[in-house]
């Protein structure tokens, strides 16, 4: 089955720079990368996500990049916010191609200081 | 937001306990899901439904019972549970299972087995 890795576990940024995490995944056929925003004691809610056809997608100050040769993708933040705060999951899905096989990094931590 | 909810928020109980988790979605979606998200793991796919039929089981141990008894709400019955067991357990709906369907989810609810 689909395998993601996320990097890093930990992330810390002072406000106005920007932050990157990263993923990888194994299966190839994999064709939908959502990227999850879950704020401290809250639930997770899409933020972005970009299909196996485009290799980078923005929104504001938001953007996803990726490289299917590699297989890796990766989210960019920039002029980052204490609101940005929060743990981000990348999530992959596999060769059905359904929403239901969403395998999930381990997540990142995100700490913006002022 | 109340697109999700679930009850209760937080459940303390024994290992020869009998409990319920229960989800509603009021977003007019066709499929559910439950998750298991603890500390430091990826979030785990448990179940899912699509109008009402259960679609994928992804190696869940029998103490775990779910049921969907309309396409709006969602049960996880809980029975005999380990320690191991104690963690976030988080619904989510989709209009449909196919690629790209958002996955909505609820706050969770914090269930600790003692």
């Known amino acids: 089955g689909e395998n993601v890795e996320q990097h890093p576990s930990t992330l810390s940024v002072q406000e106005g720079d920007s932050a990157v995490i990263k993923c990888t995944y194994s299966?190839?056929?994999?064709?939908?990368f959502p990227w999850y925003k879950q704020e401290l004691g809250k639930r997770p809610q899409l933020i972005i996500d970009i299909r196996s056809n485009v290799g980078e997608k923005k929104d504001q100050r938001i953007a996803v990049t990726l490289n299917k040769t590699a297989k890796h993708f990766s989210l960019h933040i920039t002029e980052t916010q204490p609101e940005d705060s929060a743990v981000y999951f990348c999530?992959?899905?596999?060769?059905?191609?359904?929403?239901?096989?969403?395998?999930f990094g381990t997540g990142t931590r995100l700490q913006v200081t002022l | 937001e109340t697109g999700v909810t679930q009850t209760p928020r937080h459940l303390v109980m024994g290992m020869t306990n009998k409990k319920s988790l229960k989800c509603e979605q009021h977003?007019?979606?066709?499929?559910m899901y439950w998750y298991k998200q603890s500390a430091k793991k990826p979030l785990e796919l448990m179940f899912v439904?699509?109008?009402?039929?259960?679609?994928e089981n992804n190696s869940v141990p029998s103490r775990f019972s779910p049921e969907c008894p309309n396409s709006s709400h969602l049960f996880l019955h809980l029975h005999t549970l380990q320690p191991e067991d104690s963690a976030l357990y988080l619904c989510?709906?989709?209009?449909?299972?196919?690629?790209?369907?958002?996955?909505?989810f609820g706050p969770g609810t914090r269930l600790t087995v003692t």
């Open positions: 999530a992959a899905i596999g060769n059905t191609g359904t929403a239901s096989k969403l395998t």
């Open positions: 299966d190839s056929a994999s064709n939908y």
């Open positions: 989510a709906s989709s209009q449909g299972t196919g690629t790209g369907d958002e996955q909505y």
């Open positions: 977003l007019g979606h066709n499929a």
């Open positions: 439904y699509s109008l009402e039929e259960r679609v």
